[in-house]
């Protein structure tokens, strides 16, 4: 069982910075995706960014390229997700997911594997 614990969220200015981390435990992949989701209250869950296990390819909601960048961390299993810029709408519980479909993936129902998530609130 592929277990996920995500750190690093908290109460922050609008234009400062925020590095969330997701460390994962368990039998682990070889090409699989990880992937970071948002849900604000009374929001549908959002996807924020996705990366390769194994050869580190990223893609972004269109609304997160230039501010967020998501990053991995083999040696460490662990899934980065660095926040610039923060404003109050990015508001949220982000979650950091596993897939074990290979490649990436944007859509939650794809993911097999959700840690508890991690609350960031950004104060105007």
């Known amino acids: 069982q592929v277990q996920l614990v995500e750190s690093g969220g908290g109460l922050v200015r609008a234009g400062d910075p925020l590095r969330l981390s997701c460390a994962a435990s368990?039998?682990?992949?070889?090409?699989?995706?990880m992937g970071w989701f948002r849900q604000a209250r009374g929001s549908e869950r959002e996807f924020v960014a996705t990366?390769?296990?194994?050869?580190?390819?990223?893609y972004y909601a269109d609304s997160m390229k230039g501010r967020f960048t998501i990053s991995r961390d083999n040696s460490k299993n662990t899934v980065s997700l660095q926040m610039n810029n923060l404003k109050p709408e990015d508001t949220s519980v982000y979650y950091c997911?596993?897939?074990?479909?290979?490649?990436?993936?944007?859509?939650?129902?794809?993911?097999?594997?959700w840690g508890q998530g991690t609350q960031v609130t950004v104060s105007s």
């Open positions: 997911a596993a897939s074990r479909l290979s490649g990436t993936t944007q859509y939650p129902h794809e993911y097999d594997y």
């Open positions: 368990g039998p682990m992949f070889v090409n699989n995706a």
């Open positions: 990366i390769n296990w194994s050869c580190g390819f990223t």
